[in-house]
């Protein structure tokens, strides 16, 4: 999302120049960004359990999440050392505690950026890094986005 909130101001509240975004830029390998999960497997929902998990995973989700979840921390928080990212987002709250032990950023408290809605953005390092709610107007309307690109463009000095 780094190119479309720092591109142009209003191109993010344009959905045929977000929808281009995203078809030709986001997360594409000649690009200028990375999209990767905190944890890999697909679902549709924090509570749902495809079957076919199962035969990896028979103790379902919590399973999952003991053998996964500290070997992703430790190697995403190893990319973001190695390559020293402008910005990192982190969307989606029932993650955000795992996001803070990633960042080393325990301390660093929730703010009401807009409409109700709860965002942080911190530094790691030479990284910026926000927390989002996860990205669907219902949770995260416009006017909140613009808070938190104006937070974050602060953050970097712009």
Known sequence: MEGLWTRSKDDWKDPYATYQYVGSSLGRSNGETLL???????ASSTVDWPPLYNERFPGQRTEY???????????LRALVDEYHPRIVICYGRANWAHYRSIFN??????EVVAGGVKALAGRYGS?????????????????AIEAVGT???KLMGE
Do not use: C, N, S
């Open 36 to 42: 990767i999960e905190l944890l890999p497997l697909p």
């Open 65 to 75: 999440y003991e053998q996964t979840l500290p070997k992703r921390i430790d190697r």
């Open 105 to 110: 950023l325990q301390g660093l408290g929730e």
């Open 127 to 143: 990284t910026v890094v926000a927390f989002t709610p996860f990205f669907d107007y219902r949770y995260f309307p416009h006017v």
């Open 151 to 153: 937070r974050v463009a």
